[in-house]
């Protein structure tokens, strides 16, 4: 079992700071070329994996090599990237079905109406390539070669390498260094997660509630795995969608 007790504590400010720091970039990275790629109707879905590819996982994985670097006096993660305990493989099997559902259904039912309110409320304003939902709207406009791009972008850096940095860098990283608010810790880490997705602010609430059981659970078992798992498979789910469509052209 790991030995977490001798971490360092962040202070809330720190630890807002760094959760919504690499949020800013990508929705930056996001706000500037999803216009050019919308004037070559090219959707914006895309232009949000290739900030994954150029802005998430260099910035959050850089980071915390960085202060292993610190740490180790060499680039490794080695006490960064912290709740790696062991867990039985029975409770892999019983726990991310069961939180997997949970997210599914929060993002397929209860958003249906959450989200839209949201959108209607407040976001109705913004330009329609902002609303990057709205590509499974306009599918059939993108030929075969822009769709297979996206579905492999999708797959790689939504699908396996984006959810495995974001769960090393908000799950291993920043959650156990806010242990001096013990059982709240938990609910900050999904608060601000669910803000530093500033390129779909109407979805915080449903967000907010998908991952409720998922991080508790990361906390209690103090196990990142888990989430990673969870977290890899919700966003490849949601590619089937473009795989059937391809497949079917």
């Not at 997997?100 to 409320?121: E, Y």
């Not at 406009?141 to 908000?170: D, R």
Request: charged share 10%; with cysteine; net charge positive.
């Amino acid at each position: 079992m790991e030995k977490n007790d001798d971490v360092e504590s962040h202070s809330i400010l720190r630890s807002i700071t760094l959760s919504l720091a690499p949020g800013f970039f990508i929705f930056l990275f996001f706000i500037l070329f999803a216009p050019i790629a919308n004037h070559y109707a090219l959707p914006s879905l895309l232009v949000l994996y290739v900030a994954f590819s150029l802005v998430l996982i260099p910035f959050e994985l850089g980071y915390l090599f960085l202060q292993g670097k610190k740490l180790n006096g060499y680039f490794s993660l080695k006490g960064i990237v912290l709740f790696k305990d062991h867990v039985p493989l029975w409770q892999y099997f019983v726990l991310v079905p069961v939180l997997l559902f949970w997210m599914g259904f929060c993002f397929v039912i209860i958003s249906a109406k959450i989200d839209r309110f949201f959108i209607d409320s407040f976001f109705g304003w913004l330009p329609y390539w902002f609303f990057i939902d709205n590509f499974s709207d306009t599918i059939t406009q993108y030929s075969k070669a822009v769709l297979i791009i996206i579905a492999i972008f999708g797959f790689v850096f939504n699908g396996l390498l984006g959810p495995i940095v974001e769960e090393m860098y908000f799950r291993g990283y920043l959650l156990p260094r806010l242990k001096q608010l013990r059982a709240w810790a938990p609910l900050l880490n999904i608060f601000l997660f669910s803000l530093y997705h500033l390129f779909s602010p109407w979805q915080n609430i449903t967000r907010i509630l998908a991952l409720l059981p998922l991080v508790y659970v990361v906390w209690w078992k103090r196990n990142i795995y888990i989430g990673m798992i969870v977290h890899c498979a919700l966003n490849t789910i949601g590619l089937i969608g473009i795989i059937n469509f391809i497949c079917k052209m």
